[in-house]
């Protein structure tokens, strides 16, 4: 029987490289593809593939968060190959757990022994979710230490920003953007809080329901409407935050204004 397939990633020439690859093996029948991870949760409740190709980094929802949404949903999770444009932490995770990963670009090699990984896993029978858990464990051990890095694609390129970095992220269009002093770009998290939960809130302050600032990148606190304020950020816009009124009354404990 042939193993059937999805691809889900946001780059369309990703996609076509992939599936093009995957035309060399005629056990591979690659049944859908998608662009996010909403599409993938679709896609994979429609389908119930054998496997799923996933994109690692994607606006919105990513692919960690799209398998987490198929657990919630309790859809069967088919075996899982992370695409990922670098190596941060998911290679040595994906290894130890046995789930598989592809370092873009993609090469014929490399995914002729992921094919072969595939068919052993189903050859046996292995279980998916027990692994998928370690996996995820393993990466949420990793974002919330101290060496946490923050992922976000900007001019084409896909940057592991230090948080100290961050001047400020904010929230445009469902999309969570992350500015630094010298370039804005998107994050791959799904809301403002995801990332908010991964970062020192003793540094990250959240003036309002669409702004996170870091607040060693405040250069001036100045009054606004109504007894709120606004914060002038050090990045090379200048940019000017709004604090909301609920924040207000915060921020002045803050800093005892």
Known sequence: MPITAIIVDDEKLARDELGYLLK??????????????LEAVKLVRQHQPDLLFLDAQM?????FGAVKMLEQKHVPIPYL????????YALQAFEVSAVD????????????????????HLQAGDSVAGKIDRVLQMLD??????????????????YLLDPQDIVYAKVDNGVVLVATRQFEGQANYRTIEDLQARLDAQVFWRAHRAYLVNLDHVQE??????????LRMDDRKRSEIPVSRNQSRQLRERFRL
């Open 141 to 158: 051990n990793r974002r919330g230490g101290g060496a946490v890095k923050v992922p976000v694609r900007a001019n084409g390129r896909q």
């Open 221 to 230: 606190v100045a009054p606004w409407f109504n007894s709120s304020y606004q």
């Open 81 to 88: 190959v992370f695409a990922t444009a670098y190596d941060h």
């Open 59 to 63: 606006p919105g929802l990513d692919g």
């Open 101 to 120: 990963y592809l370092l873009k670009p993609f090469d014929q090699q490399r995914l002729a022994k992921t094919v072969d990984k595939v068919k052993r």
């Open 24 to 37: 060399s093996f005629p056990e591979i029948n690659v049944v859908a593809e998608g662009q996010n991870g």
